[in-house]
């Protein structure tokens, strides 16, 4: 039998369901609200998903994802630019800020060392990591990768880099779950790891 579906419709719930956690169920629901919706609100979404890629950026100094350079935690003369709060990915920053626990900054790494996948230290910021620490007073280095196996080498490998200065280098203490995510661990969970960090 045809598919009575226009193509524009095919092609749109396609798109949908590349995205993480939706499904064709999920892609069809939202294609058919599309088409009943408020014509405006169509055109503010799509206005927001050209926007989105236009005016977000990495943050020059700590590559968290801002709209403007440098990002509001590197220039926020509040903040404790002598501790550097190291994670894989920009958006594990959103997590940290919502346990209103940390006060230094942040460095993503935009991703962690996966030799079989052909990421080596020249593909993440660990280089723009040195440099900071090198130029700048800082006293702690947290490395908060993901608990996994990429995560912990990646750790170990910023630790060596980091073995012949002045800094104190630690890890978020237990309580996040090996093999999870840190972006997807509770705000209590998260904050109390903070809190209690050991040195590496």
């Not at 900054?105 to 723009?128: C, K, N, Q, R, Y």
Request: aromatic residues 4%.
């Amino acid at each position: 039998m045809p598919d009575l579906r226009p193509e524009a419709v095919t092609r749109l719930a396609s798109h949908l369901e590349r995205l993480p956690g939706v499904g064709p169920r999920t892609a069809r629901v939202l294609v058919e609200h599309l088409l009943v919706a408020d014509e405006s609100e169509v055109d503010a979404l799509a206005q927001a998903l050209a926007d989105l890629r236009g005016a977000v950026c990495h943050c020059s100094r700590c590559f968290l994802l801002t709209e403007s350079d440098p990002c509001p935690v590197c220039s926020d003369p509040g903040r404790d630019q002598g501790v550097i709060l190291v994670i894989e990915e920009p958006t594990t920053a959103w997590a940290v800020e919502a346990t209103h626990q940390f006060n230094g900054v942040f460095h993503a790494l935009l991703g962690h060392l996966s030799p079989l996948h052909g990421v080596g230290p020249e593909d993440l910021t660990i280089d723009a990591l040195i440099d900071r620490v090198r130029s700048d007073e800082v006293h702690e280095v947290i490395l908060a990768t993901d608990p996994t196996v990429e995560g912990e080498t990646t750790a170990l490998y910023i630790a060596r880099r980091l073995k012949d200065f002045p800094v104190q280098i630690s890890r978020p203490a237990s309580g996040i779950p090996v093999g999870g995510e840190l972006a997807a661990v509770d705000r209590l969970t998260l904050a109390m790891a903070l809190e209690s960090r050991r040195e590496v």
